[in-house]
């Protein structure tokens, strides 16, 4: 897959066959999109190409309130659409002179002289454009005059998911980490270093890896105890991770990643690792003593590997 950032430096695409949006999460109804993409692209032997924006339009847009956190980052994002057979990735900087480009000029300047875009497939009710005038009537009006083909999603294709990125940001909100990765077809994941921690773990009998996540917008889960997979030098190990602000050793209340896994001998700090939330187990507890909380961590451990033999 080609990643473009924005068009001041693109190459000749092959009979471009494209899709617009920003596609946080990359969720099974992106899924469906760039399935279809894909095959669209096969049919006038041309190449796949997806439009997105950096930053989230929404940052921009409302930066004193978007709040906004994002269920993947960029990297994660590009790896999700790489391994879905993508070919192109054009990431425009989403500005407020973007913002205010009408529909016919962005269809115009961008999609037509610049890219020249075969097909365009897009979702019944995506809108785009300044006041986001641009919609599935508006490309049908002007795909004759420009010379491109138009792909409509039926609304029962998309619907029939019945999936969005803000349900997902929900469950991932709420612990339903389950619902989450039925949506995103695959485990959530937090990606970032292992930083060096002050080693209680290991004096408790549960060595952790502290996780320093990789960037400060990804969306982060509710707190509490969860069952995880952790990929290290591209080799999968299960363990378990908090995810608090260790109530009942720590008085700073700063919010931290421990995972504790649980067939793994070595060194992790500074090496890069993938931990996927596959199901939460339960809140994060202030124990009145350290006795307690390694009698507590103990139970959580034979419970997850239980977890772990039942769902293989």
């Given at each position: ?8 430096e693109?190459s ?63 990297v ?19 500005t ?6 009408s ?144 109530p ?53 451990k ?11």
């Amino acid at each position: 897959m080609k990643v473009f950032q924005g068009f001041d430096e693109l190459s000749k695409i092959k009979n471009p066959v494209l899709t617009i949006g920003t596609f946080d999460g990359v969720h099974l109804g992106h899924q469906k999109i760039i399935n279809q993409l894909n095959e669209e692209a096969k049919k006038i032997d041309g190449e796949s190409v997806l439009f997105t924006f950096y930053p989230h339009p929404r940052m921009v847009l409302y930066p004193e309130s978007h709040n906004l956190r994002l269920i993947q980052t960029q990297v994660e994002k590009i790896d999700k659409l790489r391994r879905m057979g993508l070919q192109n990735i054009i990431i425009h900087p989403f500005t407020p002179e973007f913002s205010r480009l009408s529909a016919v000029e962005f269809v115009r300047d961008f999609l037509v002289n610049k890219l020249h875009v075969k097909k365009l497939v897009i979702g019944y009710d995506h809108q785009f454009g300044k006041n986001r005038e641009g919609s599935i009537e508006f490309l049908l009006d002007v795909c004759d005059t420009y010379g491109f083909e138009v792909i409509e999603i039926a609304a029962q294709e998309i619907d029939e998911v019945n999936v969005s990125s803000t349900k997902i940001r929900n469950a991932i909100k709420a612990g339903e980490m389950e619902l989450a990765n039925t949506y995103l077809g695959e485990p959530f994941e937090l990606q970032g270093t292992v930083v060096k921690g002050n080693a209680l773990g290991r004096e408790l009998g549960f060595p952790t890896a502290n996780i320093e996540v990789l960037s400060e917008i990804k969306l982060m889960p509710a707190t509490g105890v969860y069952a995880v997979n952790v990929l290290v030098d591209d080799k999968k190990y299960v363990g378990m991770m908090n995810l608090g602000v260790r109530p009942t050793i720590d008085e700073e209340h700063v919010t931290k990643i421990e995972v504790h896994l649980f067939d793994y001998e070595g060194d992790l700090y500074d090496k890069m690792v993938t931990v996927q939330l596959l199901s939460r187990f339960r809140d994060e507890v202030k124990f009145n003593s350290l006795e307690e909380l390694k009698g507590q961590l103990e139970n959580d451990k034979q419970t997850i590997r239980t977890y772990f033999s039942t769902h293989v």
